[in-house]
């Protein structure tokens, strides 16, 4: 689900709809927010980009990144359409 | 999930987290302002009680509650944790 | 703004929409998130009522509910249309 | 606020924390869906940059762009710390 590039980790999330994208930003946002640690992201309708990596570490991927990477995904598996 | 009593439906919805309990209202709240027809809602926690009625119907419940109704489940069913 | 009634504070928040509503509630969740302290409210298309007390003491008014009321505040002012 | 480049009208926003710009951006995201038009847009912290085109008008600003434009532009203006 995340490939490490750039010195970021970088994952695309799908949904089916912009809600349930922007939902799934939300649970994201609060995480982010408690762990004080916030993503590089973008949205386009019902995707998600995210790219994390650690600004007071010189921009590289630190253990940081690997714990709030981890969170995103139990969220993003927590809540898709699994077919 | 639903019952209907005292001119109301009413369901309650339970997470494992206020997190997953705020998204979940983050995806009503968006389908609920898309539909222009709003609960009356009240969250503790993990915990989200919502009633649904028609104010321009006296307050009684009709077919946009139960259509309403019928989208919460759906987002709950496709976040909540299936044991 | 707040008054203190049966052991809990207790505030009335007004809006011109549901969706300004709820976006001052998006505001709320994570800043209560934050500090590990929830509130317990209900929400009607403009209007968010808010109850906070400590379950951990009792139900009492403590100064965790005193610093998210405070924190409340700041968020609805920052944000209310003035006339 | 808004300037026209490369078939897009592009906005930046900024704000004082990350709960004040994911409040925001809540804000904007349930205005963009009851419009059933929605933004490109990327948040880093407390920055907010938005790209607004017509994907069904292959790609050109529209009166939707311009329209959706106009409300984020009230939004923030609604909630910014004015100085």
New interface residues.
């Given amino acids: 689900m995340w490939k490490e590039e750039d010195n970021k980790l970088k994952g695309t999330f799908k949904f089916d709809t912009?809600?349930?994208a922007?939902?799934?930003?939300?649970?994201v946002?609060?995480?982010?927010?408690?762990m004080n640690h916030?993503?590089?992201?973008?949205?386009?309708?019902n995707t998600v980009e995210i790219n994390l990596s650690t600004h007071d570490a010189g921009n590289m991927v630190t253990s940081k990144d690997r714990q709030l990477a981890q969170r995103i995904e139990a969220?993003y598996n927590?809540?898709r359409?699994v077919i």
């Fill in positions: 912009f809600i349930e922007f939902s799934f930003m939300t649970e946002a609060m995480t982010a927010e408690k916030h993503p590089d992201w973008r949205n386009v309708y969220s927590r809540c359409n």
